[in-house]
């Protein structure tokens, strides 16, 4: 059983994570939409919320978050050289197939108000934006959140910005302090865990050509926790890499904790069957840095894959 270093102030809650074994399958967070907002100041523990946006920039977000449907926002920043005094929204939608991204450009905070990113987020109406051709690599380095954030967040953006260049952002807090360095995948918003700048580096060159590493992948935002869960494992059990290879077909409970969720192959139409449980881990650890008391989490399993030929597809 794991237990926390002597001296809080001395333990790193993502070493310890990383020492116990924890299984990061099922824990990205969710969100369909994600609304990027480049602020490049210090951010707060609550980054939004002790921002110094207008009070008028911050109840419009707070509105269209309220309008939007499983819709998240996070703060970026960049240490490159500008070039362009704009500011960056980006406007995410993550999906199975098709996902995008609408970069908006601000002169100034304000200019937000004139947007409806319900429409933008829709695809119907991108009001001026612009379609990005390529992902998104988000690493948070919330630090004033967590101290792993920057202790191992800060080396995974330095090594990927060397390789992804303007494709890389810092990032407030994306959820799971303990799973530093926190990579996430746009558009698919693909969450990986334990990312070191050698990992990093592999999961953006795989995203870039269309696969899923299943390396420390934490599951993808648009799915539920118990379907991230067996996204992870039926990759991990048949090889599947294609990033829009996998079509979920259906996810039925049994019981408190247990779930049989399909997935159908999409290149030849046979469907995947797992059945995941959820059970406590056997360790406790503190799962901030801030944690006053270690506590066991609740981790993913899977008890059987089964792979069905395309005629039974519809079955069961």
């Known amino acids: 059983m794991t237990q926390p270093l002597e001296g809080q102030s001395r333990f790193f809650c993502s070493e310890l994570s990383r020492r116990a074994g924890e299984r990061s399958a099922g824990t990205a967070s969710t969100g369909v939409v994600w609304l990027l907002l480049e602020y490049p ?30 819709s998240r926002l996070l703060f970026i920043k960049t240490d490159r050289g500008r070039r362009d005094a704009r500011m960056n929204l980006f406007v995410v939608r993550c999906r199975e197939r098709s996902p995008f991204i609408i970069r908006l450009r601000l002169e100034r905070y304000f200019d937000v108000l004139k947007y409806d990113l319900a429409e933008v987020a829709s695809g119907r109406d991108l009001q001026g934006g612009e379609v990005c051709d390529g992902p998104l690599f988000l690493v948070c380095t919330h630090g004033r959140r967590d101290k792993c954030c920057a202790k191992f967040g800060m080396p995974l953006y330095n090594a990927l910005s060397e390789h992804e260049g303007e494709r890389v952002w810092q990032s407030s807090h994306v959820g799971g302090d303990r799973f530093a360095g926190n990579l996430v995948c746009f558009p698919h918003g693909l969450f990986y865990a334990h990312a070191t700048p050698e990992a990093g580096r592999r999961v953006a060159a795989a995203y870039r050509s269309g696969r899923v590493l299943t390396e420390g992948f934490r599951g993808r935002a648009c799915y539920s926790h118990h379907t991230q869960a067996a996204e992870a494992f039926v990759r991990e059990e048949s090889g599947t890499a294609g990033v829009e290879e996998l079509h979920f077909l259906s996810a039925h409970p049994e019981g408190a904790d247990a779930w049989h969720v399909r997935f159908e192959e999409r290149a030849n139409s046979r469907v995947h069957e797992a059945h995941v449980v959820r059970r406590a881990s056997d360790f406790r650890n503190p799962i901030t840095c801030h944690s006053a008391e270690p506590k066991s989490v609740t981790q993913f399993h899977l008890e059987a894959h089964t792979v069905l030929p395309a005629r039974n597809a519809t079955e069961g």
Do not use: C, N, Y
Not at 43 to 68: C, M, N, T, Y
């Open 41 to 70: 100041h210090g951010w707060g523990r609550h980054a939004f919320e002790e921002s110094a946006l207008p009070a008028e920039v911050k109840q419009f977000f707070q509105d269209a978050l309220a309008r939007i449907r499983h």
